[in-house]
């Protein structure tokens, strides 16, 4: 690289940072309005500098054998090792109920085209469970923190869940919060968010030529007949006015692609 | 191939022209024989009568008396066939503030002044302005203004509750009225009335028509013609023969259709009942933004389109009569928005058309909805809503 394009590109990495910086500093303002940053993954240094892998549940943690970071398993590795964490954790919760969905669907179970380990059909690439049992057996358990609930936090997330819809509630019916510089709202035209179809997505939009998601197609209202600028699919505004129409179409079955 | 077929337009012109000619001299008999020609090739083509039948239908009412007296001798009462066109919610703010809602209506007003022959009269539905400002609802005079045809106001609640129809008032005249037009008798009501539920909350003017705007909130009341009003009708018509046709023009609904949008007339059996003793009665009402029709004893109400926007159908309360309209595209401004008219037939009863925008025409007769639906029903849509 010539000095003074190095120098152009110090400069524009700064003022990125810079920007970036600033974004930041607003987009968590904003999530702190209509929703709480996400926490990040605690996750125990490995003793041997290998990658080390936590479980969705936040808790069960595995070290791989070999795998420093930047590097990568095969898809049969892979699948080792997910079998090996997903047994570290059926042997913490021999009790709980994990539903093999491939394996009544043999059909389903397909490794996408072109993976390393090409795909058997026939479910073999899933990882074996005890079977299912009744959720509602667990419903109020003790001892750990992934699926042991009590009443009152069904209360809390239903609280939490509440106030989120009620903030996209707002914004649906407000042309100030939306954004517009006509005066217009998500309700004039979309009382109830009625005909805002949230079950049919993702479906092909012809005239946005691509297959849209909800978030799209809010995004295509806002900018008209709203006359406001598009928000980004993460804004906080966004979230909540996706979680508001949602919400007025519980029990509706999905029904993607429907036009 | 050029020769042989021909495109829908070129073939629709065709249709238009023979029809034209032939009119231009022809007895009744022929000129019967042309529209039952014309309407039988539409019916064949699975299509709701385009302009063409329009055009005959209105050729009754305006080439005179040779064709006139024919008509008017099979009216009961006497009454003469015509038209009347109507526009209805524009919902405006200032030009220079929302150019979509001005476009449309301007593209009404257009519509309208192409009518050939002109309609009697054009009918304004309601909610021209949508806050009810001053200038929003000046705006829409002025674009009113540029109609050919003599126009009849009618307010709606976005007209109203900024400050409680005085400007609308000021502007067009006292909102509630009659008048007698070739053998029908028109009446045109305030029905938007609603009970105070302001002063308790100490609402703003702004915060009150703010209020009333919005369609899904439960703390306004419902509309109501009201006691003074209902008072006003039953004199107004004391004097009224029962065979005389009775056309009334309200904003809302009438009747009952779904109380938590307020697609809903509260005191709508009392209206009704001071309806009732008349052989034929039409309403004619705006609000509901879709194609809406409904038969209720003697009453025949048809809803008007909106040129703002199409509003969803309501989750319950939808009139069994109903053929819904299709859903509209959310990619086309003007996709279920429109205009329409209605052709007063020599009986006194209306037959509607539904001119919606960028689709076919929908005419809904009064024989379909006088029958309770058992002839002459409106083809069903494409896409339904869901
Ligand atoms: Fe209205």
Redesign the pocket.
């Known amino acids: 690289m010539k000095p003074r394009t190095k120098m152009a590109v110090a400069v524009l990495a700064g003022s990125l940072a810079a920007a970036s910086a600033v974004y930041l500093a607003a987009g968590i303002r904003a999530v702190r309005t209509y929703a709480q940053a996400l926490p990040a993954h605690q996750l125990p240094k490995s003793q041997g500098g290998n990658v080390v892998v936590q479980l969705c549940d936040g808790q069960t943690t595995a070290e791989i054998p070999g795998l420093k970071p930047g590097q990568r398993m095969t898809r049969a590795q892979a699948l080792e090792f997910s079998r090996k964490l997903m047994a570290e954790w059926q042997r913490k919760h021999p009790d709980r109920g994990w539903v093999m969905a491939q394996a009544k669907n043999p059909g389903a179970a397909q490794a996408p085209a072109g993976s390393a380990a090409g795909g058997s059909g026939k479910g073999r690439e899933t990882i074996a469970g005890p079977g299912t049992s009744s959720a509602a057996k667990f419903k109020s358990q003790q001892g750990d923190t992934y699926a042991s609930f009590h009443e009152r936090d069904f209360v809390i997330w239903k609280a939490q869940t509440d106030t989120f819809v009620e903030q996209g509630n707002k914004i649906f019916h407000s042309a100030q919060l939306l954004g517009s510089t006509i005066g217009v709202s998500c309700d004039m035209c979309h009382p109830n968010a009625a005909n805002t179809h949230p079950e049919t997505y993702p479906k092909y939009q012809e005239q946005l030529q691509r297959v849209a998601l909800l978030r799209d197609m809010i995004n295509w209202c806002i900018e008209n007949p709203v006359r406001g600028a598009t928000l980004a699919p993460d804004d906080p505004k966004m979230r909540a006015l996706e979680a508001y129409i949602l919400a007025q179409r519980k029990g509706v079955p999905l029904a993607y692609g429907k036009h | 191939m050029a020769a042989r077929h021909k495109s829908i337009e070129t073939k629709y012109y065709e249709d238009r022209d023979c029809v034209l000619r032939a009119l231009r001299n022809c007895d009744r008999r022929t000129f019967l024989k042309i529209s039952a020609a014309t309407m039988g090739a539409v019916l064949a083509r699975g299509l709701t009568p385009p302009h063409t039948f329009q055009l005959v239908e209105i050729a009754g009412a305006a080439t005179g008396p040779a064709i006139g007296k024919g008509f008017a001798s099979e009216g009961a009462a006497g009454s003469r066939p015509f038209t009347f066109a109507y526009i209805s919610?524009a919902h405006l703010y200032e030009r220079t503030l929302n150019q979509r809602f001005v476009r449309a209506i301007v593209k009404a007003v257009d519509d309208v002044n192409a009518l050939d022959p002109q309609p009697d009269f054009v009918l304004y539905g309601?909610?021209l302005a949508q806050l009810g400002e001053p200038s929003q609802l000046e705006t829409g005079r002025r674009i009113l203004s540029g109609l050919k045809a003599r126009v009849k106001m009618m307010v709606?609640?976005?007209d109203w509750f900024l400050d409680l129809g005085e400007k609308w008032q000021q502007l067009f005249g006292p909102p509630t009225y009659s008048f007698d037009w070739k053998g029908v008798h028109v009446v045109v009501l305030q029905s938007v009335y609603e009970k105070d539920f302001w002063t308790a909350r100490k609402m703003t003017p702004l915060e009150r028509m703010q209020t009333v705007a919005g369609l899904d909130n439960a703390l306004q009341s419902r509309f109501e013609v009201g006691e003074k009003q209902r008072e006003w009708l039953k004199n107004n018509l004391a004097k009224v023969s029962h065979a005389t046709p009775i056309l009334v023009f309200s904003?809302s609904p009438l009747y009952k259709y779904y109380r938590p949008w307020n697609f809903w007339t509260e005191d709508a059996e009392q209206v009704q009942a001071i309806l009732r003793p008349f052989n034929k009665v039409t309403v004619i009402h705006?609000?509901t933004h879709q194609m809406l029709f409904n038969q209720i004893g003697n009453i025949s109400f048809y809803g008007m389109l909106s040129t703002a926007w199409p509003w969803p159908y309501a989750p319950e309360g939808l009139p069994k009569l109903t053929v819904q309209m299709n859903r509209a595209d959310p990619f086309d401004q003007f996709d279920g928005c429109g205009d329409g008219q209605a052709t007063v037939l020599a009986g006194g009863t209306v037959d509607k058309v539904y001119n919606l925008w960028d689709r076919n025409p929908v005419t809904v007769k009064a024989s379909y909805l006088r029958s309770f639906g058992k002839a002459d029903r409106p083809p069903a849509p494409q896409f339904a809503s869901y």
Do not use: A, L, Q, W
């Open positions: 919610d309601g909610d709606g609640e976005h904003h705006g609000h």
